[in-house]
C-alpha cells in the first residue's frame, strides 16, 4: 500500500516537473520539436561553459601581472591538475546519461540515487585525485621542467587541489539539472561566480584588506573557494528550490547504491579515457610544435586558444544530445533516440560552420590580437593565420566527435567510444602530425593536418556506431 502511494507521489511530481506537449501530427513535426527542445537545452550549456572559460581566462589575465615566470608555471601547474581532473570528471560525467534516462522513463527514485552516486564518486575519486596535483613539483622535474619553474606551479596547485571535490560535485548536480530539462540555473550561477572568481583572486594575490600576498598560492585558494561556492549554490538550489525540491533529490544520501555505483563507473571510465586520449594528442601536438620552432609554438597555443573558446558550442550540444537522447531512451523511443543524435549533429554542424567562417575572415585579427602589430611579431601572426585556415575541417570534425560521442553515452555505449578514440587520435592523429611536419617539409601546417585527419577519423567511426545501434534499436 505504501509503495503504491510513494509511486503515485513520484509520478506526480514527474507530470510538474515534465512540460506537458500535445503529440505532434508527423515527421516534421517531431523534428521541429526536436529542434526546439535540444536548442533550449543547449544554448545555456554553452553559455556556461563559456562562463568557465572566462574564468579561467581571467585568473591568466591576473597572473599575468606577477610576471611571465608565474604565467609559464600557471601553465605547467594546469597540464598536472588537468590530466588528474579529467579522469574524475568523465566518471561525474556519466550521472547525464543516467538521470536523463530516468527522467524519461518517469523513474524519480532513480535519478535520485544517480545524483547520489554521482556526489559519492565526487568525494571518493577526488582523494586519490589530489595526490597528483599535491606533488606536481616533483612530476614537473621528473619531464625535465626547470626547478624554478616547478616550485612556482607547485604553490598554485596547492591552492587548486583542494577544489577538486567541489568542482566535480558541481558537475553532478548540473548533470541532475539538466537531465530536468532545466539547465539554466547552472548557468546563473555561473555567471555570478564570474565576477566572485575574478574580484577574489586579484585580493588573495596582492593580499588586500588586511590579508597576506599569495601570489599564485591566492589564486589557486581562489578558484578552490569558488568551486566550493558554486557547489553549494547548486546543492541548495537542487535540495530546496522547485522544481527540484519536489524530487527529494538530496533524501538518503549517506546511502551508497553499489550497483547504480558500479554502473556509473562502467559508464564513466571510458569517458575518462577517451578524453585523456584526447588531451594527449593535445599535448603531443605541443610537443611536435616546440622541436619545429618557437614561433610555431606560439602561433599553435594561439589558434589552440581560439579553438578551445569555439569548442564550448558543439560540446554545449553535446551535453544537450546526450539529455535528450537519455529522454528517448529511458521511455523506450527508439525513432526518438535516432532523430536526437541527427537534430544535434546538424545544429552543431550549422552552428560550427557559422563560426568557423567568422574566425576564417578575421583570423589575422585574431593573431594581432595576441601578438600585436609590430613587423617582428607578423610571423608568428602569419602562421597563427594559416593554422586557422587548416583549422576549418578540424573544426567540423571536432564539432562531430563531440556531439556524436554525448549521443552515444545517451545510450550508455562509451566502451566503443574509447577504442574510436585510440585508433582516431593515436593510430592515425598522431603519426601523421608526427610524419608531415619533418618528412615532406610542412612544418607547423603538418601537426593541424594530423589533428584534423585524425578528428575526422573519430568523428566518422562514432557516427557510424551511432547509425548502427539506433538500426538494432529500431529492429
Known amino acids: ?70 604565467v609559464a608555471a600557471a601553465a605547467l601547474a594546469h597540464t598536472v591538475y588537468f590530466v588528474s581532473f579529467t579522469f574524475g570528471l568523465g566518471l561525474v560525467v556519466a550521472v547525464s546519461p543516467l538521470a536523463a534516462q530516468a527522467f524519461g522513463a518517469g523513474d524519480v527514485g532513480r535519478m535520485r540515487r544517480s545524483l547520489r552516486v554521482g556526489l559519492w564518486i565526487s568525494l571518493v575519486i577526488s582523494l586519490p585525485m589530489m595526490a597528483s596535483p599535491l606533488y606536481g613539483a616533483q612530476i614537473l ?37 539538466s537531465a530536468m530539462n532545466r539547465p539554466q540555473s547552472p548557468l546563473w550561477i555561473t555567471l555570478a561566480a564570474i565576477p566572485a572568481n575574478a574580484a577574489l583572486v586579484y585580493v588573495l594575490i596582492h593580499g588586500l584588506f588586511g ?33 527540484f525540491a519536489g524530487y527529494r533529490p538530496l533524501a538518503h544520501l549517506w546511502r551508497i547504491d553499489w550497483p547504480l555505483l558500479r554502473e556509473l563507473v562502467a559508464l564513466g571510465a571510458p569517458i575518462s579515457f577517451a578524453m585523456l586520449m584526447e588531451y594527449g594528442l593535445f599535448s603531443s601536438a605541443a610537443l611536435l610544435m616546440g622541436l619545429i620552432s618557437t614561433t610555431a609554438l606560439a602561433a599553435h597555443q594561439i589558434a589552440l586558444q581560439v579553438t578551445a573558446v569555439l569548442f564550448m558550442v558543439p560540446l554545449g550540444i553535446g551535453m544537450a544530445a546526450t539529455v535528450r537522447v537519455g529522454h ?45 602589430n609590430s613587423e617582428a611579431s607578423a610571423p608568428t601572426v602569419a602562421l597563427t593565420a594559416t593554422l586557422l585556415l587548416v583549422g576549418a575541417t578540424f573544426f567540423i570534425a571536432d564539432a562531430l566527435q563531440t556531439i556524436m560521442g554525448g549521443a552515444l553515452r545517451g545510450i550508455n555505449d562509451t ?16 603519426p601523421v602530425a608526427w610524419m608531415l611536419p619533418f618528412h615532406t617539409g610542412l612544418g607547423a601546417v603538418g601537426v593541424w593536418v594530423g589533428l584534423s585527419i585524425g578528428s575526422f577519423v573519430y568523428a566518422g567511426l562514432l557516427i557510424l556506431r551511432f547509425r548502427m545501434l539506433t538500426r538494432k534499436l529500431l529492429g
Open 141 to 177: 622535474l621528473a619531464l625535465g621542467q626547470a626547478p624554478h619553474s616547478a616550485a612556482l606551479a607547485q604553490h598554485y596547485l596547492n591552492g587548486l587541489a583542494w577544489g577538486i571535490a567541489p568542482a566535480l560535485g558541481f558537475v553532478a548536480l548540473r548533470g541532475l539539472m
Open 1 to 70: 500500500m505504501f509503495s503504491t502511494c510513494r509511486c503515485a507521489i513520484d509520478a506526480a511530481m514527474l507530470d510538474i516537473v515534465q512540460p506537458q506537449q500535445p503529440p505532434p501530427a508527423g515527421a516534421q513535426s517531431h523534428l521541429a520539436q526536436e529542434f526546439v527542445q535540444t536548442l533550449r537545452l543547449a544554448v545555456p550549456m554553452m553559455l556556461t561553459q563559456l562562463g568557465q572559460m572566462a574564468m579561467m581566462t581571467t585568473d591568466l589575465a591576473l597572473i599575468g601581472r606577477l610576471g611571465e615566470d608565474s
Open 211 to 243: 590579508l597576506p600576498e599569495l601570489r599564485l598560492l591566492g589564486a589557486g585558494l581562489a578558484t578552490t573557494l569558488v568551486n566550493l561556492g558554486t557547489f553549494v549554490a547548486a546543492l541548495a538550489i537542487v535540495g530546496w528550490r522547485k522544481p
Open 415 to 430: 566502451g566503443m567510444t574509447l577504442v574510436f578514440a585510440v585508433i582516431g587520435y593515436w593510430c592515425v592523429g598522431f
Open 328 to 372: 528517448a531512451f529511458g521511455r523506450s523511443d527508439p525513432a526518438g533516440v535516432r532523430r536526437a543524435g541527427i537534430v544535434a549533429a546538424v545544429l552543431g554542424i550549422a552552428f560550427v560552420a557559422s563560426l568557423t567562417i567568422a574566425i576564417i575572415l578575421g583570423r589575422y585579427e585574431l593573431g594581432r590580437l595576441f601578438f600585436g
